[in-house]
Nanobody, 122 residues
Framework: QARFVESGGGTVQPGGSLRLSCTASRFRLKDYAIGWFRQAPGKEREGVGCIQGSDDSTKYEDSVKGRFTISRDTAENTINLHMDNLNPEDTAVYYC???????????????WGQGTQVTVSS
């Protein structure tokens, strides 16, 4: 089972951008659908979006569509989450995980890593 490591978080002003990365040691991410999730203080973890393993097609939750982009870097064995036009509601710990993809969305099934904190504040 993969041990995910998320990185790239930080503090950014509203309207700013960040790029998060997800990697896993001894686990080839390119063979799997991978999703990004986030958990804000006092709230349940929620999906952000995911990328298919078969064709790299992507799906996003409505709250981030047009602002967030998920991409795969096979050479680096990473899945990146590029976030633009961030707002305070995006403040959360961000996680990645293996997922199954259906019409309902991207359902996680692996173990969770430590996540990376994103704070959007002026």
């Amino acid at each position: 089972q993969a041990r995910f490591v998320e990185s790239g978080g930080g503090t950014v002003q509203p309207g700013g951008s960040l790029r998060l990365s997800c990697t896993a040691s001894r686990f080839r991410l390119k063979d799997y659908a991978i999703g990004w999730f986030r958990q804000a203080p006092g709230k349940e973890r929620e999906g952000v979006g995911c990328i298919q393993g078969s064709d790299d097609s992507t799906k996003y939750e409505d709250s981030v569509k047009g602002r967030f982009t998920i991409s795969r870097d096979t050479a680096e064995n990473t899945i990146n989450l590029h976030m633009d036009n961030l707002n305070p509601e995006d403040t959360a710990v961000y996680y990645c995980n293996t997922v199954t993809v259906s019409r309902a969305g991207c359902e996680p099934f692996g173990s969770w890593g430590q996540g990376t904190q994103v704070t959007v504040s002026s």
